[in-house]
T-cell receptor, first 115, second 112 residues
């Protein structure tokens, strides 16, 4: 049981290049999320998928696209990378709790630098 | 617009002392308030959570205090240890939505 896995762990891109961040979970969760973490900004939601086949914008979606490939996998694509997208990216998954809670399980993160 | 305001951004506590992190919110629809702990180089992990129908929840050395009328909640770490050094995020969720809004985080350093 690996939980949430992310690839790659590190990536350096030049401005204008594109790339896809991969995320997979093996907990049979319906909901999946992409966050970015920046100093002094906390965790900001980029996109989320409440269930397979649905995706919705979060707080900071500009410059990103997502694909919920199946129940396990949720990818994040940068079509034309910009230095402002230098960040640590986290994928997470969750399933509603019996008491209405929502424990999110996070992956180890992808550290992206755009030069 | 920050829906969950967290303070302080950084905190230094002596070993054995009490660490206190505060959060405030405006949205009265929030009904689930988790705290996440993140060690350097790792993803956040759920530490403890509370619902607004209780005023306090304790798990070991970690306690959440919740003040519904003031729309504030706080994390207390008793007998703080160097191993507690991490970044702590408060968060909130509303109703049937699965989205969680996070605070900006508090970097805690416990010194020997």
């Amino acid at each position: 049981n690996a939980g949430v896995t992310q690839t790659p762990k590190f990536q350096v891109l030049k401005t204008g290049q594109s790339m896809t961040l991969q995320c997979a979970q093996d907990m049979n969760h319906n909901s999946m999320y992409w966050y970015r973490q920046d100093p002094g900004m906390g965790l900001r939601l980029i996109y989320y998928s409440a269930s397979e086949g649905t995706t919705d914008k979060g707080e900071v979606p500009n410059g990103y696209n997502v694909s919920r490939l199946n129940k396990r996998e949720f990818s994040l694509r940068l079509e034309s990378a910009a230095p402002s997208q230098t960040s640590v990216y986290f994928c997470a998954s969750s399933e509603p709790g019996l008491a209405g809670g929502n424990e999110q399980y996070f992956g180890p993160g992808t550290r992206l630098t755009v030069t | 617009q920050q829906q969950v305001k967290q303070s302080p951004q950084s905190l230094i506590v002596q070993k054995g002392g009490i660490s206190i992190i505060n959060c405030a919110y405006e949205n009265t629809a929030f009904d689930y308030f988790p705290w996440y702990q993140q060690f350097p180089g790792k993803g956040p992990a759920l530490l403890i959570a509370i619902r607004p129908d209780v005023s306090e929840k304790k798990e070991g050395r970690f306690t959440i205090s919740f003040n519904k009328s003031a729309k504030q909640f706080s994390l207390h770490i008793m007998d703080s240890q160097p191993g507690d050094s991490a970044t702590y995020f408060c968060a909130a969720k509303s109703g049937g939505y699965q989205k969680v809004t996070f605070g900006i985080g508090t970097k805690l350093q416990v010194i020997p």
